[in-house]
């Protein structure tokens, strides 16, 4: 079991920048893929961005690379998501995700089904 809990949501003018943290605890160790994935209401779900904790590959949507950087804190457990450049587009829940059963190529075409999800922060982007 990993249970997630993120901070870091906010309001922010286009252009802004915010960063969303994600703090993990339970059955931590290992490799295994952690990410960010987003949800509006009425819209789909979107896999924004993807780790692989132990060799530290990353995976981004088209819609945020260049933007948003994923990383982690293995010492704190934490996972992270620095977004700069926002849109009003990015308006969203942000949920951070984990899933132990993948690692490496898996991580991208697995994110929106990973196991363990956390509790969701509100990101608003205003134009």
């Known amino acids: 079991q990993v249970q997630l809990v993120e901070s870091g949501g906010g309001s922010v003018q286009a252009g802004g920048s915010l960063r969303l943290s994600c703090t993990a605890s339970?059955?931590?160790?290992?490799?295994?893929?952690m990410g960010w994935i987003r949800q509006a209401p009425g819209k789909t779900r979107e896999g924004v961005a993807a780790i692989d904790t132990g060799g530290g590959s990353t995976y981004y949507a088209d819609s945020v690379k260049g933007r948003f950087t994923i990383s982690q804190d293995n010492a704190k457990n934490t996972l992270y998501l620095q977004m700069n450049s926002l849109k009003p587009e990015d308006t969203s829940i942000y949920y951070c995700a984990a899933d132990r059963r993948f690692y490496g190529s898996a991580c991208r075409p697995y994110l929106e089904r990973f196991a363990y999800w956390g509790q969701g922060t509100q990101v608003t982007v205003s134009s």
């Open positions: 339970g059955y931590t160790s290992g490799r295994y893929c």
